[in-house]
C-alpha cells in the first residue's frame, strides 16, 4: 500500500472559478478526514467521512464547499466561486474505526493558490 | 472545547544537541489522545507518537522520548542527538473520546532548525 494520495499536488485559479480536489486514502481505512492548513498555522479540521456518510461539518466549511465519498473509497473535495482566503494546503488523512485514539495518516497535500 | 498551544515558534540548534518542544493542552474530555506530527519541507504530515490520557508513563523511542504530565496537561517532545534531517514543524495534536470521529486538534506548530 502507497498511503493516502491525492490529486492534484498544486493548483492555480482565478477568483470564482470552482475547483475539485481528490483524495485517495489507505485502502482498508474506513475513515476519510479534510484538514485546511495556511501558511504558518497548524492543520484546521474540515469534515469527516465514516464510510460513505459525511457524520461531521467544521463551520469552517461555508456553503462553496461540499465534499464527497462515493461508494465509501476516494473523496473529493469542491470548492465552488474560489475567494483568495480560500488559498491554502487541503490535506486529506486517513484512519481504522473500532480503535479508540487511533493515528490519522496524512497525504502530500493540495496546495491552492486563488489568483 | 478542545485547544493545544505550543508556544515556542522556531527554535534553532546544532546538530548533536537535544531540543525540547513543549505542548499545552485543554479539554474537557477525560479521556483522550495526545500526538506529536513533523511536517518536513515536502509538506507531508508523519505521525511520529501517541499517547492515551490514562498511561502516564513516559518512554523513549530511538533518539525521540516524550513526557506526560496530566496534572500540568503538558506533553512535551525531545529529540536526542538532533541531526540535520529533523528540520522540521513539529505539531502537537489533541483528540479527544468525545470528538467527533476523533478530529484532531493542532497546536500552531514549532519549526525545528538544525544546523550542521
Known amino acids: 500500500d502507497t498511503g493516502v494520495s491525492q490529486d492534484p499536488r498544486h493548483k492555480i485559479t482565478k477568483r470564482g472559478q470552482n475547483v475539485t480536489f481528490r483524495c485517495d486514502p489507505i485502502?482498508?481505512?474506513?475513515?476519510l478526514y479534510w484538514y485546511r492548513q495556511t501558511l504558518g498555522q497548524g492543520p484546521e479540521f474540515l469534515t469527516y467521512?465514516?464510510?460513505?456518510?459525511?457524520?461531521?461539518k467544521s463551520r469552517l466549511l461555508s456553503d462553496r464547499f461540499s465534499a464527497e465519498r462515493p461508494k465509501g473509497s476516494f473523496s473529493t473535495l469542491e470548492i465552488q466561486r474560489t475567494e483568495q482566503g480560500d488559498s491554502a494546503m487541503y490535506l486529506c488523512?486517513?484512519?481504522?474505526?473500532?480503535?479508540?485514539?487511533?493515528?490519522?495518516?496524512f497525504g502530500p497535500g493540495t496546495r491552492l493558490t486563488v489568483l | 472545547a478542545q485547544k493545544v498551544t505550543q508556544a515556542q515558534t522556531e527554535i534553532s540548534v546544532v546538530e548533536k544537541e537535544d531540543v525540547t518542544l513543549d505542548c499545552v493542552y485543554e479539554?474537557?474530555?477525560?479521556?483522550?489522545?495526545l500526538f506529536w506530527y513533523k511536517q518536513p519541507p515536502s509538506g507531508e504530515l508523519v505521525f511520529l507518537i501517541r499517547r492515551n490520557s490514562f498511561d502516564e508513563q513516559n518512554e523513549i523511542s530511538g533518539r525521540y522520548s516524550w513526557n506526560f504530565q496530566k496534572s500540568t496537561s503538558s506533553f512535551n517532545f525531545t529529540i536526542t542527538a538532533s541531526q540535520v534531517v529533523d528540520s522540521a514543524v513539529y505539531f502537537c495534536a489533541l483528540s479527544g473520546i468525545k470528538a467527533a470521529g476523533n478530529k484532531l486538534t493542532f497546536g500552531g506548530g514549532t519549526r525545528v532548525l538544525v544546523k550542521p
Open positions: 485502502s482498508e481505512h474506513n475513515r
Open positions: 479539554t474537557r474530555d477525560t479521556t483522550y489522545y
Open positions: 467521512f465514516q464510510n460513505e456518510a459525511q457524520l461531521e
Open positions: 488523512a486517513s484512519s481504522l474505526t473500532g480503535t479508540q485514539g487511533s493515528e490519522q495518516f
